[in-house]
């Protein structure tokens, strides 16, 4: 005769945990033992529990020491799983690092470097009443082009920004900061500058060889567009004493050790009164296998009392 | 291994989300402060200096 307690008058909520089900072992496997004993063959507490021998042609991992007791072929499923996605898990990473380092990064460096450069074009803009930098009686006149006297820069310390490069062919925002010595993680890497000057070139505005680095690809890609440039497009850099306009000529593909373009007189082309630039990048793009060489000539110096040139009023924001 | 990560999430499945999110976003937060730019500075080469 059934009473009114047979029947739970509540039930507590139903917890599955783990919520998968293990479906390779055999039935009664971790379940609790639901026999009852007496008292004297009543197992121990510290007794090891009762694994019922494995179905046939199945066999146990029994790794209980560390809570591992699976069947051989759930074991291998499921070190299989986990090799896969941690293969998985590595193929995306290296997708990512990728596309940070090509796109991402370099396009990020890349506005930072232009709005960094133009804040330094924005400071020289200010008039000041400190002394110039430049050392005017070392500037030699430049009679054949110029009427202008064309100033000198003194060799800044290693890693100073001391000037900027504008190039209206490599977009309407195109300001990059050059940086003394050609140094990895000070100067070409950096977001402060990205463009550095070879300390063992010529100076600015001195007649001879004035030789630039930057990165073709990454890092902000200051000189990304190198390949794109055309004869006779000008490349302003600026200092705080005015512009320097080159006009570019002509470009040169060289293995990574000819060190003969930081020269003077790197190409017979050039005479021995030629005030040169000279960029040096890496080609081909994202290989650092052989070096692309840019080459321009000094055309004209423009002191900042003259006012920016017309062609890059827009570019440095001066109005 | 990401199942058992889901399992060990608490809550149910609209905070799990929101945790997976997070933690992922995390991640690739470390990846690209740290990780990334180490990678790139120990092992890939991109010189643009002509010299030895």
Redesign the interface.
């Known amino acids: 005769m059934g009473s009114r307690f047979d029947k739970p008058r509540f039930s507590l909520p139903r917890i599955e945990w783990?919520?998968?089900k293990r479906r390779s072992l055999p039935p009664g496997v971790g379940e609790p033992q639901r026999r009852t004993y007496t008292l004297r063959e009543a197992p121990s507490r510290d007794a090891a529990p009762v694994v019922p021998p494995p179905p046939k042609g199945r066999s146990y991992i029994d790794w209980r020491g560390i809570g591992i007791l699976v069947t051989t072929r759930e074991f291998i499923d499921r070190s299989l799983?986990?090799a896969g996605?941690?293969l998985t898990t590595a193929g995306v990473?290296v997708l990512?690092?990728l596309g940070?380092?090509v796109g991402?990064?370099d396009y990020i460096a890349g506005l930072i470097q232009d709005r960094k450069s133009a804040s330094l074009a924005q400071e020289w803009e200010t008039p000041t009443t400190a002394p110039l930098e430049f050392d005017r009686a070392a500037g030699t006149s430049d009679g054949a082009n110029n009427q202008t006297k064309t100033p000198v820069t003194k060799s800044p310390r290693a890693a100073d920004p001391f000037a900027t490069i504008i190039i209206p062919r490599f977009g309407p925002h195109y300001v990059r900061t050059i940086a003394e010595s050609?140094d990895v993680?000070k100067v070409?890497?950096n977001l402060a500058s990205g463009v550095?000057h070879?300390s063992g070139s010529n100076q600015l505005g001195e007649i001879g060889n004035f030789a630039l680095?930057?990165?073709?690809?990454?890092?902000g890609a200051p000189?990304g567009d190198i390949d794109r440039l055309r004869v006779g497009d000008r490349i302003y850099i600026e200092t705080k004493a005015g512009w320097y306009v080159y006009r570019f000529r002509n470009i040169e593909f060289?293995y990574?050790?000819?060190?003969t373009?930081?020269n003077p007189l790197p190409q017979t082309l050039v005479a021995a009164k030629d005030r040169l630039l000279t960029m040096?990048?890496?080609h081909p793009k994202?290989s650092?296998a052989e070096?692309i060489?840019a080459y321009s000539l000094f055309e004209s110096f423009v002191p900042r009392t003259a006012g920016t040139p017309s062609e890059i009023t827009s570019m440095v924001g001066a109005d | 291994?990401?199942?058992a990560l889901w399992?060990v999430l608490p809550g149910p499945r609209w905070v799990k989300v929101l945790e997976a999110t997070a933690l992922i976003l995390i991640v690739?937060g470390v990846?690209?402060e740290w990780v990334?730019?180490w990678?790139?500075?120990t092992f890939?080469?991109?010189?643009?200096?002509?010299?030895?």
Request: glycine letters at 6%; proline letters at 5%; aromatic letters at 14%.
């Open positions: 783990p919520n998968r799983g986990i996605e941690l990473f990512l690092f940070w380092h991402f990064n050609v993680e070409l890497n550095g070879y680095a930057g990165h073709r690809t990454t890092y000189f060289v990574p050790d000819e060190t373009v930081l040096t990048s890496c994202l650092a070096r060489i | 291994m990401y199942a399992r690739l990846c690209v990334f730019p990678i790139a500075a890939i080469q991109s010189e643009s200096t002509v010299g030895q």
